[in-house]
């Protein structure tokens, strides 16, 4: 029986209902963390090591296990996964082999998952915000129907063990911290380069756990014709890059965005900009930095005419070392940037362009090895 | 064809504040918007139907007003519009709502025909998740397709459809059967400028407003507050630096001399930095 519009049908106490912990009998096994390790055309994704890194601290504080989980085909590339996740501190590896798990489709992947989570039954389970795991995660929580808070700066444990997940949310002008109650496990993404990369240690391999999922090509919809790789193209490697050059409206004309990737040229630098300029069309939304874009960790980011949005702010703010360049002294990126100087970028870049050319010239490359 | 596309009223997030005290959202003032993403969601399935004919049906879960995206949505061109208001949607997290939309989808089908594509944006830009339309996806039992940037082909005869989907470091070719969920991508069309017909006929349109009762809903604790695992426990605004950038005076300076002293600076706060940018460019 269906309800119409006009039954009268208690309401909710909107404000306390399912506030409350009282975790489900069947979950309190719930056990140890896992981190998704992400391996693509044989590379894993270097956010799984962060993660390691994060999920360490998380299964200390536990008292339980680390473990990488690791779906591919059999091969060498599988196995090389499993080392790197012990490398970077895994105790544990679970791994699904199965020929269909060559190329990332949604399907195989989820079940895969979905099944090794159901039969060992991890409490936090992590994954990286990448295309990847935001499209594994989402499918995986919700045919689990568990709890899963995307794209997390920070995470912790609380006094009672729960996870204490945190993110931005409304383009970064606030935090909040997002706990799953009821369900287990609790699932989280984190964007690659919000934390650190830990330190890869020389860790003999550890204890594999290998386990069969049936699956069938035949019952897959999702066929991969093809993959073209960035190599080949224009796109942007932003997120790894250790010096950004990043452009905003400051530089006035789609043009003059040419005097930002001249400048990223000579200093072997990656180049991005703000998000109006990819709402103009100036460049590619690959190459937009900040909370709907890229999150970028450079030793070093250049800021050309950049006011510095708090949406541009959380995308940056893990820069060792942030260098403004705006005419408006009071613009926002000179409270988070670390040194200012108010110019014209378009007149200023060209002379701070020549100037590196000058001192990264072969020449004084000759001086500085003596 | 039918198809039909979720979209989201948010605010204006370029314009949202926090309240200095009380570190909460001031939304008073603040315009709402249709959320940009959805926009390219919108844009594909017009041109879908416009070729292959059809219907385009625009479906929102959110609080009455939520009627003005709608209205909006109509003045692009699509031919329908449902609205999925109810006090029990409350609260809702991504699990919530996509079971919400899920069972509006599936009532929708009953009533005007069943979906061959699902549209979503790629991510709303308030909540940022990307997490509604895999959801929808997976309690609808439909092929999921994220973050396309391109259709390459539909065949509905066949029931077959070719993508471009956006993955790290590169673009995957894939190809999957109807119906099938799309996510798409920004930055892969332009949003129609409605024509003067779409815009009185938008003015004219009855909105379909659905309760949670009228969608289908039987089970209410799979709704809102109590149907979301995930709660809010805490909301805080980000830490600010106190101290400002170091400011390097430009009064009377050659620009030369300018870039000189900048670098000069940056060298000496990282550096380490010197001889990685000297090996960089001389790659």
Redesign the interface.
Known sequence: MTLTANQEIPRPAVGRAGMKKELPDHFKDYRHVWVFIEVERGNVHPVSFELLGEGRKLADKLGVKLAGVVLGPPGDATQLAIAEAFAYGADVAYLVENPLLEDYRNEPFTKALTNLVATYQPEILLLGATTLGRDLAGSVATTLLTGLTADCTELDVDADGSLAATRPTFGGSLLCTIYTLNCRPQMATVRPRVMAMPQRTNKPIGCVIQHGVLMVEEEIVTKVLGFISDVQSTNSNLAYADVVVGGGLGLGTSENLKLAKNLARVIGAEYGCSRPLVQKGWMPADRQIGQTGKTIRPKLYIAAGISGAIQHRVGVEGADLIVAINTDPNAPIFDFAHVGVVTDAIRFLPALTDVFTQRLSPHSRDKLAN | MHVVVCIKQV?D??Q???HPVT?T?MRQGVPTIINPYDLFALEEALRLRDVHGGEVTVLTMGPPMAEDSLRKALTYGADRAVLLTD??F??S???AT?FALSQAIAKIGETFGAPDIVFTGK?T???????V???I???LDL?????VSKICSLDLDAREI?VD?????????????LPCLITM???TNEIRRGSLDDALRAARSQIVKW????A???D?SKC???????????????T??TE?????T?TDKA??D???E??V??FA??PA???????????
């Open positions: 605010p997030s370029a949202i504040r926090v570190n959202i006090r029990y409350a609260g997290d991504t699990l996509s991510q830009i308030d909540g940022d998740t990307a997490q339309g895999p959801g996806a997976k309690r092929l999921q397709l994220t973050y070719k989907r956006r993955s790290e470091g590169g673009t995957q070719m894939l190809h999957g059967r991508l920004e930055g309760s949670a009762g009228d289908g809903i039987e209410l809102g507050l109590r149907g979301s695992p995930t709660v809010v426990k805490r909301v805080f605004a980000p600010v630096r400002k950038a170091e400011q390097i430009t620009l030369g300018l870039a000189d900048l670098i600076e940056i706060r990282q930095l010197e001889h990685e940018l000297a090996f960089d460019a001389s790659a």
